[in-house]
C-alpha cells in the first residue's frame, strides 16, 4: 500500500497542476466581448461587384483547313495486289469459332494433351472450346500454326480488295 501512495501521489499532483494550467482567467472577458457582438452585429459591408467586360465572339475561318492536330498522312500506298492462290477453300464446312472476329474470343488457356499443345478459346456466348495445331478460328480464316504457353499464333488469309488474297499473320495471348 505504501509503494501505491508513492506513486500515485507524484501523480496526482501532476495531474491537478496539469488541469489548473488548462483554466484562462480571461475567459470572463471573452465572453462578454462575444456576447456584444450577438446583441449588436453592425452592418454588413457593402461589396462592390466588379464589371463583367462584354464577351465578342471572334469567328473561326479556318474550318475548312487541315486540323493542326492530327499528323498529316503520307501519300496511300497502293495495297498489294496479293495472289488468288492464296484464296481460302470456301467449299471447307466451317468450324464454330469461325463465326466470330478474333477480337471477340478469349484465349483462357493452354495444355499439353499426349505432348501435343492445346489451346482452351472462349467464345462469346461463354462456351470454352478446345484447339490444336491446324483448326481454323476467326471470321478471317484464321487457322492455327502453333501454341505457346502463353499465346496462339495463327494465318489468317484476307483479301486485299483488289481481287487477291494475302496472309496475315496474328496472335491470341492469354493477356488480351
Known amino acids: 500500500m505504501n509503494a501505491a501512495r508513492r506513486v500515485l501521489g507524484p501523480a496526482g499532483g501532476l495531474l491537478v ?26 452592418q454588413v459591408p457593402r461589396v462592390e ?17 487541315r486540323s493542326p492536330f492530327i499528323a ?5 500506298e497502293q495495297p498489294p495486289r496479293g495472289s488468288e492462290g492464296l484464296a481460302p477453300d470456301l467449299t471447307r464446312a466451317r468450324e464454330p469459332l469461325e463465326a466470330y472476329g478474333l477480337g471477340e ?3 483462357v488457356g493452354t495444355l499439353q494433351v499426349g505432348g501435343q499443345p492445346s489451346a482452351l478459346v472462349r467464345a462469346p456466348d461463354g462456351q470454352v472450346y478446345r484447339l490444336r495445331v491446324g483448326d481454323y478460328l476467326g471470321s478471317d480464316f484464321g487457322r492455327i500454326i ?9 494465318v489468317e488469309v484476307v483479301p486485299t480488295g483488289r481481287g487477291g488474297w494475302i496472309e496475315r499473320s496474328t496472335r491470341l495471348s492469354l493477356d488480351d
Open 146 to 154: 502453333s501454341i505457346t504457353g502463353a499465346s496462339v499464333q495463327l
Open 72 to 76: 498529316q498522312l503520307p501519300e496511300a
Open 105 to 107: 474470343l478469349d484465349l
Open 49 to 65: 461587384l466588379p464589371e463583367i467586360p462584354e464577351y465578342e465572339a471572334v469567328p473561326y475561318d479556318e474550318a475548312g483547313r
Open 17 to 42: 497542476m496539469l488541469l489548473a494550467g488548462c483554466a484562462d482567467p480571461e475567459l470572463g472577458d471573452l465572453d462578454r466581448e462575444l456576447a456584444a457582438i450577438r446583441n449588436d452585429p453592425g
